[in-house]
């Protein structure tokens, strides 16, 4: 099945040059743990609860600095018309729990979770290695700004 079936169609984005505490207000409301970061109908980044905690609060950023400054930008994200299971796949491989979900204009049309996956019925074999992928110690994802 394609990974269209369990993405989550209804994804709110923030604009990168809203402040931080935007943010956390926007996921606090959604009870979210991540935003697409969108500007000129483009996905430019994500920010997560992570990030705000460990790349603004840890380092002692103000509250109203903007999301740009401390979101991920190099994102990370798959095809609505590729397999879940590939997709479930590559999330363990490259260690993410959440990834948004273009069409092939690289539009946003969704975002897919691990939790989709798991409740959608891609199949235990293939969550599992996810999951396994994640919890891998280390690897390519770092919580240490990203330079401007």
């Known amino acids: 099945m394609k990974i269209s079936e369990y993405m ?6 923030i604009s990168p040059d809203r402040s931080i505490r935007e943010a956390a207000q926007v996921m606090s409301a959604l009870d979210l743990g991540a935003l697409p970061v969108g500007e ?3 996905l430019v980044g994500m920010i997560t609860d992570r990030d705000i905690a460990v790349r603004a609060v840890a380092e002692g950023l103000d509250c109203e600095t903007p999301i740009r400054q401390v979101m991920t930008q190099d ?3 798959c095809f609505e018309d ?9 999330m363990g491989e490259i260690q993410v729990r959440r ?3 273009l069409d092939r204009s690289k539009r946003l049309v969704g ?3 691990l939790a989709d996956l798991a409740c959608g019925g891609v199949g235990t074999k293939p969550v599992n290695r996810a999951l396994a992928g994640i919890s891998r110690q280390g690897g390519q994802h770092s919580q240490t700004p990203q330079a401007h």
């Open 75 to 77: 994102v990370k994200y």
């Open 82 to 90: 590729e397999f879940a299971t590939h997709v479930a796949d590559n």
């Open 111 to 113: 975002i897919v979770a």
């Open 40 to 42: 000129n109908d483009r």
């Open 99 to 101: 990834l948004p979900v």
């Open 8 to 13: 989550t169609r209804d994804v709110r984005t």
